[in-house]
């Protein structure tokens, strides 16, 4: 234990976001089994109750904001500015709110997302809901699991059956929830929660998502979120650092490990600086 613990921010840092796609291609794999058992579904279906591939749930969230699916392929990259957006806020915050551990706010997203990827493979492997997009055709191929998930993670192929909660919404929800926990400068939370909007409207005029899908993404990455913030609360309270890692409970020592408690200040670390002689 006491090699993990000796890890650098940066170190740390690299095996979380190892984790997260980890992850992030599990969750891709249980995307091609569900959107091939949606077409086997249609296929097994008599034909008077066999729905077409272009059938829909009514959502008022289309009926009301304007369709942008014209915007074919662009629509991915469109709902990934504000993303993106939100990566580089995050990732210019950590870097300033914690200069001697510049990356520890980036870790606590990695350890957040991880979580929310792996609650999103089992809701995709739970439950099928028709596309939001009429004109989706799952272009998959179920004897190969992985590469059909990183042609989906790269946009490739469209994901037919990626509802239940949104995917793009998690991220977007937990960038911004740890951007406004840290910060305190209140333009750039404003400007969090502004792209946070824009990016959930994005999702749903694109016809990427239901709006319940983006409504639950926002709930249940709040509430992952929130359970983290509070345990990592509590385990400071409990445990103030490092000393006693032996009698910590795992979650505990995990917690630790992740915000980088024990990883020295710069300025405890750095020699004394000889003064000048007269």
């Known amino acids: 234990m006491s090699r993990w613990v000796s890890l650098s921010g940066l170190d740390r840092l690299t095996i979380l976001l190892t984790a997260t796609a980890a992850f992030f291609v599990i969750m891709g794999m249980s995307q091609v089994f569900s959107d091939d058992d949606w077409v086997r579904h249609l296929e097994r279906s008599p034909a008077r109750e066999r729905p077409h591939l272009g059938t829909t749930l009514r959502d008022l969230g289309h009926v009301r904001l304007p369709d942008l ?54 809701t995709l492997l739970g439950t099928r809901m028709p596309p939001a997009d009429q004109s989706c055709v799952p272009a998959i191929s179920i004897h190969h699991p992985i590469h059909s998930a990183l042609r989906m993670i790269a946009h490739a192929d469209l994901a037919c059956t990626d509802m239940i909660f949104s995917g793009h919404m998690t991220t977007a929800v937990s960038l911004w929830a740890v951007i406004s926990q840290d910060c305190a400068n209140w333009e750039t939370r404003l400007l969090g929660t502004v792209l946070l909007v824009i990016c959930s409207l994005l999702l749903i ?15 249940i990455s709040i509430l992952v979120a929130v359970l983290y913030a509070l345990a990592w609360r509590i385990v400071r309270f409990q445990y103030p650092n490092m000393a006693k890692s032996r009698t910590m409970p795992l979650y505990a020592r995990v917690l630790h490990w992740i915000e980088g408690s024990d990883i020295p200040t710069r300025s405890s670390s750095r020699p004394p600086v000889a003064s000048k002689q007269q």
């Open 205 to 219: 005029a694109t016809r990427l998502h239901y709006t319940v899908d983006v409504i639950a993404g926002f709930l």
């Open 69 to 122: 699916s014209w915007v074919t392929i662009y629509r991915q990259t469109l709902t990934l500015v504000p993303l993106w957006t939100l990566m580089v806020m995050l990732v210019v915050v950590s870097a300033r709110q914690n200069r001697h551990d510049p990356t520890r706010l980036v870790r606590r997203f990695a350890a957040l997302q991880t979580v929310l990827f792996a609650l999103r493979a089992i």
